[in-house]
């Protein structure tokens, strides 16, 4: 999304990464925290699924969802009805949210069963979000998560129109207290485990996409466009 | 996990779903919601990473961790430091968590961004978390988290011995209030929308395994295990 992406800056200061606060800096591994700014939004957009938090009746309820990013902003949509974004749109202050978006890049197996891991990246970002009613930010928002998706999709598609809008809530988190927490590499297992006969080592993983398959009432002639093959 | 797995039945009856609750009927898209104990079992295990949620401070906190499930029971293990393990701890009551498992099958383009949409596989279970203090309760649970990740690994490696089990906290969750939400197939575009000129259809997605990578010091006469090629 570079047209709307902050100019970034090589200086080095918060222009380039995010403030730790109490809740971002983790209680365990620490060196695998990094509040890097191009690296939470290369995490983030990599995604398109985050896994959103919030509080119903004082207990915690975790919903998987579409999101975008654009800038330091985060948006998510839904329908009208939908619990959390009736709730963001019912107060003022918003809605106390904790959208996670995690990557696992490898299973890591050690030769010890304690010391067994992922590789991953992940990003937690913390925050109100709000319920976004400028009509102008809307369309970006909601151009911003099926751009997510599929980069090049949102000028392929019909938009939006008036009464689809008017069906569909859409939040917006900002990113201040935002962390990414990252593991790499291959086992650590301890010096009087490395004689023992069990392989160690780590299985990448990486999402695989299949070769896309036409709606049933698809056009023929319509041929599989260039931005579904770079994926 | 067949050997802890309660005896199944055909027939119809709460043995074989869910009861749902306020909080497991979705208000959207209620067709796709399932309270099948098979189809969800069948979506856990197909998983190793879960996202967790619970609320600190009032605010939600999600956070990415493995899993495993034993029955009726999915077990997270942490340090006996993190923060939710801590909180499970110093509650008779246990602690209110929400725990979420998401499966993307595939990306579901169709010719309006308005029915844009992801075919997904999601469980989300609600309850108390509780400390497991019992020892063999606490080894099962560890076997069964690297079981999760790779079965047949925790065979093949070295068990906690008493210092790393002290150092290990286990929560446990049993599967009481919890639902599956499914969507399947293509598009589902409106009629007015079919002789658009835009590729529609589904680009199916999947996890991918790579070669493993043998860790530095192994001893190369260690062969990669069959449960590795399995995967």
């Not at 992406?5 to 200061?13: D, F, K, S, V």
């Not at 985060?74 to 009736?86: A, E, K, N």
């Not at 490898?106 to 979000?129: E, Q």
């Not at 319920?131 to 809307?138: A, L, N, S």
Request: a negative charge; glycine letters at 8%.
């Amino acid at each position: 999304m570079p047209e709307t992406e902050p100019q970034q800056t090589t200086a080095p200061g918060p222009a380039t990464a995010y403030d730790a606060t109490g809740r971002t800096v983790p209680t365990r591994s620490r060196e695998r925290a990094s509040y890097d700014r191009e690296q939470v939004h290369s995490i983030l957009d990599e995604a398109y699924v985050c896994h959103l938090g919030f509080v119903r009746d004082g207990a915690p309820v975790v919903l998987p969802t579409l999101f975008g990013r654009v800038g330091e902003r985060l948006y998510v949509h839904g329908s009208t009805g939908s619990r959390p974004l009736r709730a963001a749109d019912g107060s003022d202050e918003g809605l106390a949210v904790c959208l996670t978006v995690t990557h696992v890049d490898g299973l890591v197996l050690a030769r010890s069963a304690f010391h067994h891991s992922l590789n991953y990246r992940s990003v937690v970002v913390h925050g109100m979000a709000h319920t976004v009613t400028d009509p102008e930010e809307r369309r970006v928002a909601l151009d911003a998560i099926v751009e997510q998706v599929v980069p090049g999709r949102s000028k392929d598609s019909r938009p939006a129109d008036e009464k689809e809008l008017a069906a569909t809530a859409v939040i917006r988190l900002d990113l201040r207290e935002v962390s990414a927490k990252i593991r790499t590499g291959g086992p650590n297992d301890d010096a009087r485990d490395l004689a023992l006969p069990h392989w160690s080592g780590v299985v990448p993983l990486a999402p695989g996409y299949a070769t896309p398959v036409p709606a049933d009432d698809l056009d023929p002639s319509i041929a599989v466009p260039e931005y579904l093959k770079a994926l």
